[in-house]
T-cell receptor
Framework: GAVVSQHPSWVICKSGTSVKIECRSL??????MFWYRQFPKQSLMLMAT?????????EQGVEKDKFLINHASLTLSTLTVTSAHPEDSSFYIC??????????FGSGTRLTVV | AQKVTQAQTEISVVEKEDVTLDCVYE???????LFWYKQPPSGELVFLIR??????QNEISGRYSWNFQKSTSSFNFTITASQVVDSAVYFC?????????????FGTGTRLQVTL
């Protein structure tokens, strides 16, 4: 149990376009979803925390208007990278808390902006 | 604020060697949870273990073992008789409350390379 499905696995987009990444909890209700970004050979850095039905809480230094997070239901959270630029190229991964004591991660999305 | 330090950036061992990955953490809370994750080249995070702050018993799972010492704020991970398939980046992480709205703070990771 506790599977988070993340799509797409990889995406290449042109500079200036927007990209949407979806995370779905398949067999449980994800009240809280965390979004992380990982640059090559670096650690996972939390970007934002989203709670179902409310606005996301962004970490310091993360642009709210650039990284739009929507958590409209207990099974779906989305991250939209707006007006993407090459420096936004990274590995994005979502995580949901599960049964109050664990975390389950999506498989990640590798974004390349050209 | 919580912090996780993995001082070893990269470790290279020959297959069948034992290897220990270090993890030191900082937190003001008395209740917290520690995790280890494996990240193979594919990128997905593989859960290895969770330990709460009240359980200092060491744990062994096959070739993996973990040593939790609150006195030194360490949660070290040992792989016995390493194998090539163990090659990956390993992350230690800390959560002050495992569950809703409690974020995970990751260490910088240790890249393990196991060669024949």
């Amino acid at each position: 149990g506790a599977v988070v499905s993340q799509h797409p696995s990889w995406v290449i987009c042109k500079s200036g376009t927007s990209v949407k990444i979806e995370c779905r909890s398949l067999d449980f209700q994800a009240t809280t979803m965390f979004w992380y970004r990982q640059f090559p050979k670096q650690s996972l850095m939390l970007m934002a925390t989203s709670n179902e039905g409310s606005k996301a809480t962004y970490e310091q230094g993360v642009e709210k208007d650039k990284f739009l997070i929507n958590h409209a239901s207990l099974t779906l959270s989305t991250l939209t990278v707006t007006s993407a630029h090459p420096e936004d190229s990274s590995f994005y991964i979502c995580s949901a808390s599960w049964r109050g004591y664990g975390y389950t991660f999506g498989s990640g999305t590798r974004l390349t902006v050209v | 604020a919580q912090k996780v330090t993995q001082a070893q950036t990269e470790i290279s061992v020959v297959e069948k060697e034992d290897v220990t990955l270090d993890c030191v953490y900082e937190t003001r809370d008395t209740t917290y949870y520690l995790f280890w994750y494996k990240q193979p080249p594919s990128g997905e995070l593989v859960f290895l273990i969770r330990r709460n702050s009240f359980d200092e018993q060491n744990e062994i799972s096959g070739r993996y073992s973990w040593n939790f010492q609150k006195s030194t704020s360490s949660f070290n991970f040992t792989i016995t008789a390493s194998q090539v398939v163990d090659s990956a980046v390993y992350f230690c992480a800390l959560s002050e409350r495992a569950g809703t709205a409690s974020k995970l703070t990751f260490g910088t990771g240790t890249r393990l390379q196991v060669t024949l």
